[in-house]
């Protein structure tokens, strides 16, 4: 089973549309959660941490549910600029934030 | 400010070369990490550092891959020889340890590919 695992997609979704993704993580020691955002043919960039109460910012709202060990991360009135890859990240054991294990991304397009 | 610079940004050569990649991390971060990037395996970590010393090199992938940190500002990732199977998208990253963030700041990466 992998570390990290994501639906690979593509969502497709219009422009104003809210869409959310889920991400499962199989070390429940895991302590720190996080949601990258990757262009085509460019870096990942860190999008935002997520924390055990939920967190929001702006459009983007992140949620954790240990016991069943998933991540969610919801936006809102989607834009033409969110089409990207979203990489759920989540630290391997007892390694702190030194050693990030990244899944293999959600691909969302949205379209005008 | 620079980020975090790398390069080759595209390097094509033939299968039983040596190919080096170079990294240059931001300055005062204390962590240098290589990864890298397959469609079908997503990112993999292949090896960090602290304070130019390896710590964790399980994820590279085998003896024909070495990565050294002679100082604080560069790093290289070699591989020799060689093989078609290791085109790939090579990510330098760096994080300093003081701001307790966790974040990631990647270069631009390095599109590898052996023919």
């Known amino acids: 089973r992998k570390e990290v695992e994501q639906d690979p997609g593509p969502f497709n979704v219009p422009e104003g549309a809210t869409v959310a993704f889920n991400c499962t993580y199989s070390?429940?020691?895991?302590?720190?959660f996080f949601w990258y955002r990757q262009d085509c043919r460019k870096e990942p960039k860190l999008l935002m941490s997520?924390?055990?109460s939920g967190n929001e910012d702006g459009r983007f709202t992140a949620q954790l549910n240990r016991a069943s060990q998933y991540i969610s991360l919801l936006i809102r009135d989607s834009k033409l600029s969110d089409s990207a890859t979203y990489l759920c990240?989540?630290?391997?054991?007892?390694?702190?934030?030194?050693?990030?294990?990244f899944g293999t991304g959600t691909r969302l397009l949205v379209s005008p | 400010d620079a980020g975090v610079i790398q390069s080759p940004r595209h390097e094509v050569t033939e299968m039983g070369q040596e190919v080096t990649l170079r990294c240059k991390p931001i300055?005062?971060?204390?962590?240098l990490f290589w990864y890298r990037q397959t469609m079908m395996r997503g990112l993999e970590l292949l090896i960090y550092?602290?304070?130019?010393?390896?710590?964790?090199d399980s994820g590279m992938p085998e003896d024909r891959f070495s990565a050294k940190m002679p100082n604080a500002s560069f790093s290289t990732l070699k591989i020799q020889p060689s093989e078609p199977r290791d085109s790939a998208v090579y990510f330098c990253?760096?994080?300093?340890?003081?701001?307790?963030?966790?974040?990631?700041?990647f270069g631009e990466g390095s599109r590898l590919t052996v023919l």
């Open positions: 990240v989540v630290n391997a054991r007892n390694t702190g934030f030194q050693k990030l294990v």
């Open positions: 550092f602290n304070n130019n010393v390896p710590i964790d």
């Open positions: 997520v924390y055990s």
């Open positions: 070390n429940s020691a895991s302590q720190s």
């Open positions: 990253a760096s994080r300093v340890e003081v701001r307790n963030t966790g974040e990631l700041f």
């Open positions: 300055s005062g971060h204390d962590y």
